[in-house]
């Protein structure tokens, strides 16, 4: 089992900035994948940003250029550097893990941090 809490969000005004934390303990070890979710009001959740190992990095279109993610393998985190952020952003965000195993795929979640954009 994969452990994962996030925190970090908050409210900020359109424009602002925030950064997001995810710790990682447990049976990290085989993580192949890690990312970003959110899920707005009414709306399903979507992945936002995942690094892989190996260090590359992937965006939805919507945040490409505002939000850079980043592991640090050592410290077993995650983060999510946000910036210029928009009332559209406004979600909560999960953490999420991925493990592949004898062909299965594995996801683990965090319980999700609110993070509030005022226009």
């Known amino acids: 089992q994969v452990q994962l809490v996030e925190s970090g969000g908050g409210l900020v005004q359109a424009g602002g900035s925030l950064r997001l934390s995810c710790a990682a303990s447990?049976?990290?070890?085989?993580?192949?994948?890690m990312g970003w979710y959110r899920q707005a009001p009414g709306k399903q959740r979507e992945w936002v940003a995942e690094?892989?190992?190996?260090?590359?990095?992937f965006y939805a279109d919507s945040v490409k250029g505002r939000f850079t993610i980043s592991r640090d393998n050592a410290k077993n985190t995650l983060s999510l550097q946000m910036n210029s952020l928009r009332p559209e952003d406004t979600a909560v965000y999960y953490c999420?893990?991925?493990?592949?195993?004898?062909?299965?795929?594995?996801?683990?979640w965090g319980q999700g941090t609110q993070v509030t954009v005022s226009s």
């Open positions: 690094v892989i190992n190996g260090g590359a990095t």
């Open positions: 999420n893990a991925i493990k592949w195993r004898l062909g299965s795929r594995y996801d683990f």
């Open positions: 447990g049976n990290i070890f085989s993580i192949n994948r």
